[in-house]
Antibody, heavy 113, light 111 residues
């Protein structure tokens, strides 16, 4: 069984950089793309981007200029950085894999001055 | 980008009755490998999404057989038979054929 566990800072000020990491336990880290998805309070799901084990990435065009997703295959981890955050970036951020079969527990990130 | 459109926005249902949710994609979800990567997710209040159905009609591990999926091409349906109280939540369709994108969600509530 695959488990995803994520961690990172939950409170940021405007203009700071959001940073989250997701660890993958069990299953095959190399067989799939690994995604970051977010959900603003009371709203739906928005795909942020994805990465595979070799570092190949795809990003949502609406966030591409501010997003960097990286991978550490030695630790079976992948990370998200989102720069220049504003209140509009306040959301629960999820990591996910296997085309949505497995999800992290979610991290509420609040951007407030 | 593939846009996913779900209807209805809300579905009040009586316990023991059925509910149906529709999902339409802006283009065919048939992948070049022949598979159709259309999934259905359930999100209970305060919890992360959970996969119910993958590739149109395959129930994920532990999902009751009250949940079933059907469809092809651009039109898909999730059906919940004999609705139980634990089925309350928001349901999302999700495509993985071309990157990932999600429908807007359908809230299932008990009348």
């Amino acid at each position: 069984q695959v488990q995803l566990q994520q961690w990172g800072a939950g409170l940021l000020k405007p203009s700071e950089t959001l940073s989250l990491t997701c660890g993958v336990y069990g299953g095959s880290f190399t067989a799939y793309y690994w995604s970051w998805i977010r959900q603003p309070p009371g709203k739906g799901l928005e795909w942020i981007g994805e990465i595979n084990h070799s570092g190949s990435t795809n990003y949502n065009v609406s966030l591409k200029s501010r997003v960097t997703i990286s991978v550490d295959t030695s630790k079976n981890q992948f990370s998200l950085k989102l720069s220049s955050v504003t209140a509009a970036d306040t959301a629960v951020y999820y990591c996910a894999g296997y085309t949505g079969k497995f999800w992290g527990q979610g991290t509420l990130v609040t951007v407030s001055s | 980008d593939i846009v996913m459109t779900q209807t209805p926005l809300s579905s009040p249902v009586t316990l023991g009755q059925s509910a149906s949710i529709s999902c339409r994609s802006s283009q065919s979800l048939v992948h070049t490998d022949g598979s159709t990567y259309l999934n259905w997710l359930q999100q209970r209040p305060g919890q992360p999404p959970r996969l119910l159905i993958y590739k149109i009609s395959n129930r994920f591990s532990g999902v009751p057989d009250r949940f079933s999926g059907s469809g092809a091409g651009t039109d898909f349906t999730l059906r919940i038979s004999r609705v139980e109280a634990e089925d309350v939540g928001v349901y999302y369709c999700m495509q993985g054929t071309q990157l990932l994108s999600f429908g807007g969600g359908t809230k299932v509530e008990i009348k």
